[in-house]
């Protein structure tokens, strides 16, 4: 018996996901490709079209966000912060589950000096840009095909990254 | 009621549906709000190229990209069915201020003479395109997740590393539009 619940202690049931993922998957149960996944394209069309439709994917708004010039997207970001936390709240103090009735799990992130140094470099891009990566896609889907080389060349430079890793500070 | 859909939508409507969108993927199979992982998805899928940080079981996170397929799909459709006849508004201090560095305001979401096929091939186009899109890929993934990843599910979570990260972003957005920028588009 003792044995048993040693064994079972090392074999860890939580599904293992990339370091540093920042969108880990942590359902046990399994998935099937299409079957199980539909539904994560379904909130993303939703999701594509509350980027159009709020003009979070226009250059101009990003540009009218780092002038001070228009309150739209810390508007925009203060309400969906606010609405997450209520939700993230309430998932943990009612202990609500998911739809295969798997409990919530939440994970701590550890500081590291990528969220300064990598973070600040993101925002260079992301006022040249007018996009974080969410947004490009919409801006794609939306008709600017040219942003498909902003999207192969962030592709290249998360590449870059990885293979750079190991003598960046952390 | 489809007139209302088709004006552009106030801020506080875009900004609760983005944020239900944190407990809606965590309710729907425990699954954790963030876009630039698609991006490593990618890399890990096509190019691993032997490197470590991309040796990991992507097929598991593959949902990932179904929903980024979904937001570029989610963009065909709005701007296909549900878009906005009327040209798009800018404050008048950003139309002055950006065209004292010579880029015109026109009706669209992006201006025509940056965004296009055009003007890729030039100094411009690499800036805005190639810089641009290494500085928003390599930046998210060391600073290890971008405005979804950070700003919305980490501060929803109350991670201190993602305020940090939030602040940054912004102080990033600044310096480029204040100090880069004068001086950017004058040389190009």
Redesign the interface.
């Known amino acids: 018996m003792q044995a048993s619940n040693q064994d079972l202690k090392s074999t860890p049931l939580v599904v293992e996901h990339p370091v540093e993922c920042e969108a880990p998957n942590d359902q046990v149960a399994k998935e099937s490709l299409i079957g199980s996944n539909i539904k994560y394209a379904v909130v993303g069309v939703l999701f594509g079209i509350v980027f159009v439709k709020a003009e979070i994917i226009s250059w101009y708004r990003i540009q009218e966000m780092f002038r001070l010039h228009s309150f739209h997207m810390y508007g925009v970001i203060g309400t969906a912060v606010v609405v997450g936390m209520i939700s993230v709240w309430a998932i943990k103090k009612f202990k609500i589950k998911t739809m295969q009735k798997e409990t919530v799990v939440f994970h701590d992130k550890q500081f590291h000096w990528g969220n300064v140094i990598g973070a600040g470099m993101f925002g260079l891009g992301w006022a040249i840009t007018g996009a974080c990566p969410g947004p490009l896609f919409a801006q794609i889907g939306s008709g600017f095909l040219v942003v498909v080389v902003t999207l192969i060349s962030a592709i290249a430079g998360t590449w870059v990254y990885g293979l750079l890793r190991e003598r960046l500070p952390h | 009621m489809i007139e209302i859909?088709q004006k552009?939508?106030?801020?506080?409507?875009?900004?609760?549906?983005?944020?239900?969108?944190?407990?809606?993927?965590?309710?729907?199979?425990?699954?954790?709000?963030?876009?630039?992982?698609?991006?490593?998805h990618?890399?890990?899928a096509c190019?691993p190229?032997k490197?470590?940080?991309?040796q990991?079981?992507w097929k598991?996170?593959?949902?990932?990209l179904?929903?980024?397929?979904?937001?570029?799909?989610?963009?065909?459709?709005?701007?296909q069915f549900?878009?906005n006849p009327e040209p798009?508004v800018?404050?008048e201090?950003?139309i002055q201020?950006?065209q004292a560095l010579n880029i015109a305001?026109d009706n669209e979401?992006?201006?025509a003479s940056?965004?296009?096929?055009e003007?890729?091939f030039s100094l411009k186009g690499l800036?805005?395109?190639?810089?641009?899109?290494?500085?928003?890929?390599?930046?998210?993934?060391?600073?290890?997740?971008?405005?979804?990843?950070?700003?919305?599910?980490?501060?929803?979570?109350?991670?201190?590393?993602?305020l940090?990260?939030?602040?940054?972003?912004?102080?990033?957005?600044?310096?480029?539009?204040?100090l880069?920028?004068p001086w950017l588009l004058r040389v190009l």
């Open positions: 859909i552009p939508w106030p801020w506080y409507v875009a900004g609760a549906l983005i944020g239900l969108t944190v407990p809606a993927l965590l309710l729907l199979g425990n699954k954790h709000f963030g876009i630039s992982s698609s991006l490593r990618i890399c890990a190019v190229a490197i470590p940080f991309f990991y079981d598991k996170e593959v949902w990932n179904f929903f980024v397929g979904g937001v570029l799909l989610g963009g065909f459709v709005a701007m549900l878009s798009i800018v404050a201090q950003t201020e950006l305001t979401l992006m201006p940056l965004f296009s096929f003007s890729l800036v805005f395109f190639v810089v641009g899109g290494f500085l928003v890929g390599f930046g998210t993934r060391y600073a290890g997740g971008c405005t979804s990843g950070h700003a919305i599910m980490g501060l929803s979570t109350l991670q201190w590393p993602s940090v990260a939030t602040c940054c972003f912004m102080a990033g957005g600044f310096a480029m539009v204040h880069v920028f």
